[in-house]
């Protein structure tokens, strides 16, 4: 059974960091990219960063890039979102995504994902 466990999250003021964890399970981790999408109440879930098994990585939207970093771990079978220069634009529920290619993760063709941990950003 794959299980993808998200913790990190927080109450934090606008300025601030948090760094998400994403651990996995049930998968072989290390040949699967992993994913950080965001839902913030009433929208529509977002992509935010990817990362393919090798570390290759890439963020959308622009809004994020330069502040939130995603990287990985795989003799952990952990994936990480940093997030820096938070803005309370930010807040949403953070959502780890698994599927076996980085082709067409980006846009929500997921395999697996995580029951979400909140990020709160207050101004």
């Known amino acids: 059974q794959v299980q993808l466990v998200e913790s990190g999250g927080g109450l934090v003021q606008a300025g601030g960091s948090l760094r998400l964890s994403c651990a996995a399970s049930g998968l072989s981790f290390s040949s699967y990219a992993m994913g950080w999408f965001r839902q913030a109440p009433e929208k529509a879930r977002e992509f935010v960063a990817a990362?393919?098994?090798?570390?290759?990585?890439?963020s959308d939207p622009d809004s994020v890039k330069g502040r939130f970093t995603i990287s990985r771990d795989n003799a952990k079978n952990t994936v990480y979102l940093q997030l820096n220069s938070l803005k309370p634009e930010d807040t949403a529920v953070y959502y780890c995504?698994?599927?076996?290619?980085?082709?067409?993760?980006?846009?929500?063709?997921?395999?697996?994902w995580g029951q979400g941990t909140q990020v709160t950003v207050s101004s």
């Open positions: 995504a698994a599927r076996p290619t980085l082709n067409g993760l980006r846009y929500g063709r997921v395999d697996y």
């Open positions: 990362i393919n098994w090798r570390g290759g990585s890439t």
